[in-house]
């Protein structure tokens, strides 16, 4: 299993960064050249969505993200620090602003439905100490010349 790692602040200017390394490694993995612009499209909202997150909160962590290559799928792992609320407590933070908190909402749902959109497996997992997206493709087997 190889595994390539990047860390970038959480500034817009480092998704199309992330997004091209994305590619590069996928297409190195054996993705099909037709899901490349989906792997690109993905890895652009996820990267986006964790640095509006960071910017937001005030979090000056590196986004993470993690590209792995196995032997049979290509995983794409992006993970943001920004403690997430339990949602099953149905919890909001007193003293802010509802409009706020739901337009930052409403924008973070627009991002993971276009990722759901894009991608067939995708797992979101969010917590106190932060939030991954791990996305996964299938690779073609490698051919011998």
């Given at each position: ?87 099953s407590a149905g919890a909001s933070s007193a003293g ?50």
């Amino acid at each position: 299993m190889a595994t390539v790692e990047l860390r970038f602040s959480a500034l817009p200017e480092h998704v199309r960064t992330a997004r091209l390394v994305a590619a590069a490694v996928a297409r190195r993995a054996g993705v099909d050249e037709a899901v490349l612009d989906e792997v690109r499209l993905a890895v652009g909202e996820a990267c986006s969505r964790a640095v509006g997150l960071h910017q937001s909160a005030g979090v000056t962590a590196p986004v993470r993200v993690a590209l792995i290559e196995e032997e049979k799928q290509f995983s794409i792992e992006v993970g943001d620090e920004v403690a997430h609320p339990d949602t099953s407590a149905g919890a909001s933070s007193a003293g802010e602003p509802g409009a706020d908190d739901s337009d930052a909402e409403g924008e973070d749902d627009m991002g993971l439905a276009v990722i759901s959109g894009l991608v067939d497996d995708v797992e979101v997992t969010a917590g106190p100490e932060g939030g991954l997206i791990k996305m996964s493709w299938p690779t073609a087997p490698a051919t011998l010349p």
